[in-house]
């Protein structure tokens, strides 16, 4: 088997990657102040770490502000 044939079995032309959020739009929580805006990635934090590894979280809102995920950028060491 030739080199270009083995690189051929490997190589991926296409990746597609979705989300389905199960919750309808009128479920999600609207990002209303920064109370809210706060609130919404601590609820998602494991509290019995959450003094330990450095984390950053991001919030996705949708145009409504409405929250369609959560999501981790990096967690850092202790």
């Known amino acids: 088997m030739s080199i270009r044939a083995i690189k051929d079995l490997f190589s991926v032309t296409e990746v597609e990657l979705f989300y389905r ?3 309808k739009p009128s479920d999600r929580p ?3 102040n920064s109370k809210i805006a706060y609130g919404l990635p601590v ?3 494991d509290m ?3 003094e330990l ?3 950053f979280k991001i919030i996705l809102p949708d145009r409504k ?3 369609i995920g959560i999501s981790d950028i990096s967690t850092g060491d202790v």
Do not use: D, G, T, Y
Request: hydrophobic share 30%.
């Open 65 to 67: 502000n409405s929250r």
């Open 53 to 55: 590894p450095e984390q």
């Open 30 to 32: 609207v990002i209303a």
């Open 43 to 45: 609820q998602s934090w």
């Open 48 to 50: 019995n770490k959450i």
């Open 21 to 23: 959020n199960k919750r």
